[in-house]
């Protein structure tokens, strides 16, 4: 005869309350706390993966309320911030230096660095200058979520750049030190290469909002080549 509280549960859920779970989901919370508490980006997603692992018969909402409640704290908002702010394994936030300048951004011999265009850094070519990890190594049923969250720190930083432009000015740009040059063209690709890659992304559907970050990509990039002429 069926329970009541099974009856109201899902499979999943029920099998979890009746502890058919001793596959390691008990193990694999423990750790994802740990992990959590240290707030370690790669080890807290290497967590949530064991975790998923060790219950992919729970569906996720179900499962982050039952680490929620194991834990006492919000797991999906670790989870989505965690695989948001993975980096790409190649690169520090999506460019590198320029190895043929140096990094200051003008030749041996004399002029602007031909590799560079007198910038002092490079696109990442892994990340395409994003400076975040594949989105395919983010699990597939957080991937919108995880999108989202990327889509806000954009906004957040294209709030920064609206209070910076005053200052993006030839004349000011002109008085800027190799190393200050270097650190604002990194920051304006980093953010000229997340706005075309969610405007790229499948789960942008929304023609409108895609256009507009295009179009503030198109905006530093004129940002971009005040800095290259030097």
């Known amino acids: 005869m069926r329970t009541k ?8 859920r029920a099998a979890v309350s009746q502890g058919i779970a001793g596959n390691g989901l008990r193990e694999a919370i423990v750790e994802f706390g740990r992990a959590a508490t240290e707030r370690h980006i790669q080890p807290i997603c290497a967590a949530y993966e064991g975790l998923r692992a060790a219950a992919r018969h729970v569906k996720v909402e179900e499962l982050f309320q039952i680490a929620d409640k194991a834990l006492g704290m919000p797991t999906r ?3 989505l911030s965690a695989f948001s702010h993975r980096h790409c394994f190649m690169c520090l936030d999506g460019t590198v230096a320029c190895e043929q300048c140096d990094a200051t951004g003008w030749a041996l ?7 560079c265009d007198g910038l002092g850094a490079v696109t990442c070519s892994f990340c395409r200058g994003t400076g975040w990890a594949d989105r395919d190594t983010v699990p597939r049923d957080l991937r919108r979520a995880v999108i ?17 432009m005053p200052e993006i000015r030839v004349e000011n740009l002109r008085q800027l030190s190799d ?28 023609t409108e909002q895609k ?5 503030r990509a198109d905006e530093i990039e004129a940002c971009l080549q005040m800095l290259r002429q030097r």
């Not at 011999?109 to 590799?115: A, E």
């Not at 989202?148 to 910076?164: F, G, I, N, T, W």
């Open 109 to 115: 011999q004399g002029g602007v660095c031909s590799n």
């Open 148 to 164: 989202a969250h990327q889509m806000h720190r954009v906004q957040r930083d294209l709030q920064k750049l609206s209070e910076r």
């Open 211 to 215: 256009l507009s970050m295009l179009t």
């Open 5 to 12: 509280t099974q009856e109201t549960q899902s499979p999943g």
């Open 77 to 79: 908002d670790i989870v």
């Open 179 to 206: 190393e200050g040059r270097r650190k604002l063209a990194c920051w304006l690709m980093r953010l000229q290469a997340r706005l075309r890659d969610l405007a790229d992304a499948p789960a942008m559907q929304n």
